[in-house]
């Protein structure tokens, strides 16, 4: 991939808890993530992946989980971007929510075509949102420690490159 000029790959990794991981249906564990992260870096492609703090029955142990995924991957990733968990419409979950152990869902005031919902035998709503705030500050404080001078650095590499591309394309036209 990189010969053939690849430089950057996203990756929905959303957790660093098997357990988690299994819950989604990723089909794959926390361990092949890693894997191809440090193949993929180790080829010279830059990494960035996305987590997706607060899923449904998601402890305090998963969330040490990811943190300690991103600590030990820091070297390969480059960037990552957090958005923390909603429950949309015409998602799986919504259309089988007894399936992934969640109930009572209703609409949210605050995100259009997202729900709120109970963890069956698990968190009420208002719970269940103060421990998404708390897993999402938890995320951030890790990547802030271990990748925030990556960021500033690949912002400024792709806005070379983007610079670069508009540089040629003016000159092919001239």
């Not at 492609?45 to 607060?54: A, D, E, T, V």
């Not at 729900?115 to 951030?140: A, H, M, N, T």
């Not at 792709?158 to 000159?171: A, D, E």
């Amino acid at each position: 991939m990189k010969e053939a000029g690849c430089f950057l790959l996203f990756f929905g990794i959303d957790s660093g808890s098997d357990k988690i991981l299994k819950i989604m249906n990723k089909g794959f564990t926390s361990e092949q993530a890693s894997k191809t992260l440090k193949e993929s870096s180790e080829a010279g492609i830059k990494n960035i992946i996305f987590l997706m703090p607060g899923y449904p029955h998601e402890t305090v142990e998963d969330i040490i989980q990811t943190k300690e995924f991103i600590k030990k991957n820091k070297r390969y990733i480059c960037s990552t971007f957090i958005f923390k968990f909603s429950l949309t419409y015409g998602s799986p979950m919504y259309y089988n929510p007894e399936k992934f152990g969640v109930t009572n869902l209703r609409e949210s005031s605050n995100f259009h075509f997202g729900f709120v919902f109970d963890e069956c035998e698990g968190l009420p709503w208002e719970q269940k949102q103060k421990q998404q705030q708390y897993s999402q500050r938890q995320i951030e404080k890790t990547i802030s420690k271990y990748t925030r001078f990556k960021n500033i650095l690949f912002y400024w590499f792709m806005l070379f490159r983007l610079i670069i591309v508009k540089i040629k394309n003016i000159c092919s036209l001239i």
